[in-house]
């Protein structure tokens, strides 16, 4: 017959009985007693009014709008005891039932954040009221219902007196003290404007104690508030620092505000405190190309570290244990990760924190010019590779182009002879036409940021050695006239590509229109 939708309303149930045609004194009625063998230590009537409206026995709905009795006595019992009875309205030979599926606690509580069950009330509400102006609440079971989108109405209407509205959620077992709740709701902003948050409550209970008691506006930051005053959902953080296990959410009236005063509540749920970065994880800064490893701990240790690549939504790109390393994915600019902290296997999560890694461009190949190769070079000559940058003169040289086989100063590898300058000039000996061409890598390390070419993107340099064979000719002793003004480049040799100098070994090469001199010697 509807007794316990009425008796869910707390306050509200002897308006309820009236709006929903329901009589709770003489009609159908119950009893519940909690005892301790033979001696009651909790007792409640559904015919007296206030018997279910105290923390210690209540009528509470589930997700599903299915009702049960809250049933917390203040000493030890073993037994519940439950009396159906028809009253002296109906008279005899009338039937009413009362159907009871089980009776149970929770050993241990389930350590997930959503809530299990709810009820309302309220004070100096009249049946107009909530006949005719809408006070009340609508579809309190939403608030606990997984749904994100739906949402209980807590309303008072347009009314010119003080009163309340007020709903309660119920988690199974204690929070950790540690914990925080994440109350989710909207209100008119004509009622923001108004001061309507200094006129919210959130409650924090321990069973039948409250432990604290705090107000809206107290809770709201600029970009809360923000939010609120844009007609949007707002994500209400409220930390007890206290073990809680129920939480209320009350609206008092503005008074001589002539506007429907009700607010939409969508959720509230139980959250672990957000994890702190370890020191060595703040202020990352790597080069392009290349992974950060970050640290996060939750308190306490046993939660585990949710990584996100935004701040609301987004992919979860990692999961570690509090005090394990979380290696990013490869990043090229700046990034912003977000990292949370939650119960294994519960979806609740804390508030998500941001983590910045700034990024420091690595030198490319194309920031790097090297000399000294343009050309084809004997084998009796050195090699000279002069490299340049201008975003770095600080180079080192390799034999391959994913940084394995450093170059050293003095170093000699099958003959072949390296020198390498303060200015990073490469200078090569004893190189051969056999095995030419020839490659050779350089980086270049940015001195302010420390960053050096990524592996595979070193400069390459190739230096093609030709044949080092001495030249022949048939003439030894050549003659020329003077009026011809012979050079270089009309001696008489049987091959191509001749070098010519002034002495026997070193010295300089000559250019080939460099004219001959009587009597003079020439090396090729």
Known sequence: DNVLAVLLGGHLGGLLSEVLGVVLIGNQEFTVEAKNNSTIVLEGNSQINNDFIGPRLKVIADGFNNKYLLITPSQSYNRIRITDRVGALLGLGNTKD????????????????????????????????????????????????????????????????AASIEQTVYFQGLSNSTDSFIVRMKVDPSLLALGVANNIEIIAHNGSNVVQTVNLASLLNVDLLALLAGNQIAAIPFTPNQPVDRVTVKYNSLLNVQLTQSLDLYDIIRVPQSPTMDLASQNVTICSGNTASLIAHSNPTTMEIRWYDEAVNGNLIGTTQSGQAFTTPIINTTTTFYVAAGRANCPEESIRIPIVVTVNQSPTASDINVTGNESNVCAVQPVVLIPSSNISNDFNWYLTNDYSQLITNGMTIGGVTYMIDTNGILTITGLNNLNSPYSFYVSATDETTGCSNLVGDLKEVQVTIIDSSTPTTIDTTQEFCIIEGATIAQLQVNEANVIWYDVATGGTALPTNTPLVNNGVYYA
């Open 98 to 161: 009362l159907w009871v599926y089980g009776a149970f606690y929770y050993n241990p509580p389930s350590e997930c954040g959503l809530a299990s069950y709810t009820s309302y009330s309220g004070t100096g509400l009249n049946l107009d009221l909530l006949t005719l102006g809408g006070a009340g609440v609508q579809n309190p079971h939403h608030v606990i219902d997984s749904d994100l989108n739906s949402y209980s109405r807590l309303s008072l209407g347009i009314l010119a007196v």
